[in-house]
């Protein structure tokens, strides 16, 4: 197995235009720049905001953008997450080493079934960044299980339908999610449709549980966090806890 482990927790997807239209939804821009600049800030006020709450991992997704809006918000975003949570980038392997040699603290990145092949990405960002693969369907654990060396988690989902992804694949249920956990054998990241009241449920079969809407599109993210923070340690067994701000990088 690949050594770069991701860490146990809460795990920020973010989602600039949710951001967008859930905190400016009135607001008027000049340009695409203007517009591009205050997603970038309102997803980095998110990203702090969730950190302090104890999410111990970010990743930066944005569907559809420009490469250079994709890189500024790497950047920006790592001036908040750096020593404190570990930061993934979403599809964009070029964006991942751009941003890198300009500094960024990257964990890694995570890719999926139709991105470039974890064996071509892992020749790019090299042995010591996480690369993370979507898994939705148990066809799909063969070749993941056979890339156990090669990649360093698994995103599995969906839990349940969701309106944050077009192409989602399938829902798997509660009882799906961890039928796929337990047949991996790398550490899995739970997505889809998750809410806060699911956490307690999925906490004791995935290693991390990733939310996009739960967080972005909530009027109160911090607390939002903090109460999936809870439920995940709470869940989890004594001393496989986390505290974000407790461990460091
Ligand atoms: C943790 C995690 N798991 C799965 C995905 C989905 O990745 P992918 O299938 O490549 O779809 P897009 O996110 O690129 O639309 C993910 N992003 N994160
Ligand atoms: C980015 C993503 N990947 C998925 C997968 O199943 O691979 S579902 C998803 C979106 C999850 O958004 P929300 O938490 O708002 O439901
Ligand atoms: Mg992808």
Redesign the pocket.
Known sequence: MQQNSPRPGI?L?TDPPLSLATHAPERHFRSEAERHSAAIDLTTQLVETVVAAGVSTV?L?W?NVEARYFYDLSLAVSDVTAGTADL?I??RVDVYLAAREAGAQLAGV??????LHPSSVRKLIGQDAQI?????QPAEIVEANRLADVID?????VLRATAT?T???PPLGFDGIARLADELKVPT????GIKTADIAHLAPSVH?I?VVSALVASPAPGQEAREMVRLFNHARQPGETFTANAQGA
Not at 110 to 115: A, Y
Not at 189 to 192: L, P, Y
């Open positions: 795990y997807v990743q997704r569907k993934i979403n599809d995570h890719i999926g079934q139709t991105d993370g693969w979507s898994v939705s988690s698994a995103g599995v989902g992804k192409d989602a694949p990241t739970a997505i889809g991390n990733a």
